[in-house]
């Protein structure tokens, strides 16, 4: 007879192990069993829960997404003009929870995934419509007309961070935040 509750909390360990396990091998070419030793179980309970490693990694991504948002919006709280929403924004996107070795490498499998799975590529332009739309909301203010040309470069720029981030192995949040800083400060009257 299975345990009550258990369900969620394994779920929980198999996602935070496909995320440490794609994190230390750099790419989706690991397999439901190693993710499945990370996590303490069988890969058949595993395969029982999510079907393959791809719906266990689109987990994990939903997972990442969500911990984002709600660092997002935890920043956005306390942020009461245009300036400080920007500065919330950013911050949220080099925060440690979100810029960490494991999870920069966990984005960049995904955004790879997200152009032969549909459900990734949903799940990218979600994510993609939704900080180009928190950008907008303090840039037009701001920059009127230019506030989606600034918006789409942002959104870039965070992108291309986290890009190098990965490739480099070298998670310098502070640095990255900076950067994005910078250019916004030459771009905003």
Known sequence: MPKLGAEPIRKAALINAAIATVGRAGSLDVTVA???REAGMSSALAHHYFGSKERIFLAAMR???????TSTRTALRGAGTPQDRLRAIV???FDSANFERETIAAWLNFYALALVEPEAARLLRVYHRRLSS???VALRPLAGAGAERIAR???ALI???YLRAALSNEADAAAAERTTL???EKVLP
Not at 63 to 69: D, R, S, V
């Open 34 to 36: 190693q993710i499945a």
């Open 63 to 69: 997972h990442i997404l969500t911990q984002y948002g």
């Open 91 to 93: 911050g949220a996107s």
């Open 134 to 136: 928190n950008l907008l």
């Open 153 to 155: 470069t942002l959104g």
């Open 159 to 161: 992108d291309g961070l």
């Open 182 to 184: 910078d250019y916004l």
